[in-house]
């Protein structure tokens, strides 16, 4: 199926508003949470399936073998639980021991272009007795306008994500194979939530130049 960007937006926020927002609440109290969930769709970008490898939401991965696009122990997080992922954060919902998740945000390692916050969400989503951390990427210098990544950043990313691979590398992976670890989910061919046309076009052309010069190993084909 073709990506389409604009009802990838739209699906994504109706999805998140069926999953966050739980069922049987008084009118009341189901507006006040949907006002937070647009608050925070509004703060972190709109509803994906899984981040670029080199996000730093998820580049702190500690499996050398292979690459992670969502959070998860093996990037350091701990206690998520019913979680929903934004451009640049992510909900999570647990009902038990939310210390855990927050303790795990402060020991991530520092990140040159971004830091990675928490926030305590005072209100019950998912359902109830749950008790929601935010976890988002305050970037060091503010995107553009339209919030995607711009490729100064996008491509520097990739590469200290990839190139250190090459010394136990046997074979080089296709852009086809990388293109949803390159520009996450929801992706097109050349583009995501995350990254433009024109961005996505010079992380193609970088990661060809990359493997075409045998660094990688022979291409899998």
């Known amino acids: 199926m073709a990506f389409r960007a604009d009802e990838t937006k739209k699906d994504g926020y109706e999805h998140a508003m069926s999953y966050l927002v739980p069922q049987g609440l008084k009118?009341?109290?189901?507006i006040s949470c949907q006002d937070i969930v647009s608050d925070i769709i509004d703060k972190c970008g709109h509803v994906i399936e899984g981040y670029p490898s080199w996000h730093p939401l998820v580049s702190a991965n500690q499996d050398d073998r292979s690459p992670i696009t969502v959070p998860?122990?093996?990037?350091?997080?701990?206690?998520?639980?019913?979680t929903i992922y934004?451009?640049?954060?992510?909900?999570?919902?647990?009902?038990?021991?939310?210390?855990?998740?927050?303790?795990s945000v402060k020991n991530l390692p520092e990140n040159p272009v971004a830091s990675i916050k928490f926030e305590r969400i005072d209100t019950e989503l998912y359902g109830s007795g749950t008790?929601?951390?935010?976890?988002?990427?305050e970037w060091e210098t503010p995107l553009p306008m339209d919030g995607m990544i711009p490729k100064h950043i996008a491509i520097p990313l990739m590469l200290e994500q990839e190139v250190p691979y090459w010394r136990e590398s046997t074979r080089a992976e296709t852009w086809e194979t990388m293109r949803p670890y390159f520009l996450g989910r929801p992706y097109g061919s050349r583009s995501s939530l995350f990254v433009n046309q024109e961005t996505g076009l010079v992380l193609k052309k970088v990661w060809n130049a990359l493997i075409y010069t045998g660094m990688f190993g022979p291409i899998k084909v």
């Open 131 to 137: 008790k929601p951390v935010l976890v988002y990427c």
């Open 86 to 103: 934004f451009v640049n954060g992510f909900i999570t919902c647990p009902y038990h021991d939310e210390q855990k998740v927050i303790d």
């Open 27 to 30: 009118d009341e109290e189901r």
């Open 72 to 82: 998860e122990k093996r990037g350091g997080y701990n206690g998520l639980d019913h």
